[in-house]
């Protein structure tokens, strides 16, 4: 396993298994991002590089990583027993540097991000949010660690909106998904089978399966299966054509939870809670 430092196509981070050919890479200055994931001689990751080197747009592609909330809140207000605070869509980790160091067991890395005057400015809790990415075969591990350093009760909801590289949005389709799913375009419950048979028009909805779920690509001969661990077992699959990409991203609650209270997550004084996820990527034969 080797960890260094590129320059090229952009200015990241590269974690590679010399063996198998698998890396990911990381740029921790924005966001803790992991931009890119190689599995075999397959890019997993789908990036807009040109809209990742234009630093006043918004990131089209990687890992971001949502927190302290998932979706967004209305007027951005986050009303707390402090007092209300302004805080923007999936909250502020996806757009701040974060610290980044290798991991003792020589798999992978760890970024780390803390709070600050900025963060406690719209959201008024010091915390450490540590997560760490590791190479398996054929996989990517994310474990993250959500520590609250304060004296107060932190509530927070945590996300991945990452984005993968497929064929078509006409050529693939999805196993595990609940028959019903939450429509993030009208918010109402809709029946799931008629959505996913949307894809190529875009789509936004999240789900609540009772197990891992797959995007199958038979074009590209490849299946990205989601191992979900509780609570980070929701599932938001979005598009946006024409881009030849899907994101399938695990949160732990819904959009407005640390609001309406469903699946707010609550860390006491002083504790953590540890949130897993896996990507395996194994052909559509296996």
């Not at 490849?222 to 980070?232: I, K, V, Y």
């Not at 699959?237 to 959009?255: F, H, K, Q």
């Not at 540890?274 to 990507?279: A, D, E, F, P």
């Amino acid at each position: 396993m080797a960890l260094l430092q590129r320059d090229t196509p952009y200015p990241h981070w590269e974690f590679s298994d010399e063996a198998s050919g698998d890396l990911f890479r990381v740029v921790p200055e924005r966001g803790g991002l992991i931009s890119g994931w190689r599995s075999g001689s397959h890019e997993v990751v789908y990036l807009d590089e040109a809209r990742f080197l234009d630093p006043s747009q918004s990131v089209r592609g990687g890992f971001p990583v949502l927190f302290p909330i998932t979706g967004g809140l209305p007027d951005n207000r986050l009303p707390l027993p402090q007092g209300d605070f302004s805080l923007g869509q999936h909250g502020f980790a996806r757009q701040l540097p974060w610290q980044m160091r290798p991991l003792a067991d020589g798999r992978g890395v760890e970024l780390e991000l803390t709070d600050s005057p900025e963060t406690l400015a719209a959201y008024p809790f010091p915390f450490c949010l540590t997560m760490e990415v590791r190479l398996a075969p054929g996989a990517l591990d994310i474990s993250t660690r959500v520590e609250n350093r304060g004296d107060q009760p932190m509530p927070f909801s945590f996300g991945l909106h990452p984005y993968f590289n497929i064929s078509s949005l006409d050529g693939v389709r999805f196993e595990g998904l609940p028959a019903s799913c939450l429509n993030h375009l009208t918010m109402a419950e809709a029946p799931t089978a008629p959505q996913m048979d949307r894809l190529a028009e875009g789509i936004d909805l999240l789900v609540r399966p009772t197990g891992p779920v797959r995007l199958l690509d038979g074009a590209a001969g490849r299946t990205l299966e989601l191992q979900l661990s509780h609570p980070l077992d929701l599932v938001v699959i979005w598009t946006e054509p024409p881009r030849a990409m899907v994101c399938l991203e695990p949160w732990t609650g819904p959009r407005q939870a640390l609001i309406s209270g469903d699946r707010r997550l609550v860390v006491e004084p002083g504790a953590c809670t540890l949130l897993q996820t896996r990507y395996a990527v194994t052909p559509t034969s296996a």
